[in-house]
């Protein structure tokens, strides 16, 4: 079965506080994903990374950075905390393209529920 | 633009009976489909897909549906039992992309009422 294990399920972080959210798959997947989970807007793309240190932004970068040193690992990063991220974030990883079902399906952590104040 | 949509926040349905969950899409390059369920403080779990040269995959209770021609695709659970109660989230992906990202709808909270 894939694993995919965030850090922390629930955290609380104060205004302007640098925050760093921790993804490990031990699946050997290529592609790596942090998604925001707000009610109402469903699952919102922050950053992907598809190799190795590659990165590319997902559809609400703002506010974020992100770092994949190793294969197994992708760090979400709020370098000042703000009211407006207090959220689920979603880790996700899938295997690499290709055609098929299963290079589709991507697989979830259990999620970080952050609360800024 | 939202090119995945869910138009009903909310679905309840009695034990026993069928569940249908519907999802449009806009984009016609989408070739993938696929249905999550997420339970509250969990992540969502892959449920059921279908590639867009099928109109139809049996999974158990779960059945999904695709209409290309109407840019529609369902998802029936048949019958619904109260765990089925969750978050349904629907997503599509272009496999000609380089990245295989997902575009998910807004999902459909699912009460499944004993």
């Known amino acids: 079965d894939v694993k995919v294990t965030q850090s922390s399920r629930y955290l609380v972080k104060r205004t302007g506080e640098k925050v760093f959210l921790e993804c490990v798959q031990d699946?050997?997947?290529?592609?790596m994903f942090w998604y925001r989970q707000d009610p109402g807007l469903g699952l919102r793309l922050i950053y992907f990374s598809y190799d190795v240190k590659m990165k590319e932004k997902g559809d609400i970068p703002e506010g974020y950075s992100v770092s994949r040193e190793k294969k197994e690992r992708f760090s979400l990063i709020l370098e000042s905390a703000s009211t407006n991220q207090t959220s689920m974030y979603l880790c996700?990883?899938?295997?690499?393209?290709?055609?098929?079902?299963?290079?589709?399906?991507?697989?979830f952590g259990a999620g970080t529920r952050l609360s800024v104040l | 633009d939202q090119q995945v949509k869910q138009n009903s926040p909310s679905l309840s349905v009695q034990e026993g009976r069928i569940s249908i969950l519907n999802c449009d899409y806009t984009n016609s390059m989408f070739d993938y489909f696929l249905w999550y369920k997420k339970y509250p403080a969990e992540g969502p779990t892959f449920l059921i897909s279908i590639s867009s040269i099928k109109d139809k995959n049996e999974d158990g209770r779960f059945t999904v549906f695709l209409n290309k021609s109407a840019k529609h695709l369902s998802l029936h659970i048949v019958p619904s039992q109260p765990g089925d109660s969750a978050v349904y989230f629907c997503a599509a992906s272009y496999s000609g992309g380089s990245n295989y990202k997902l575009t998910f709808g807004k999902g459909t909270l699912l009460t499944v009422n004993p």
């Open positions: 996700a990883s899938s295997l690499p393209p290709g055609q098929g079902l299963a290079n589709n399906i991507q697989y």
């Open positions: 699946m050997d997947h290529e592609n």
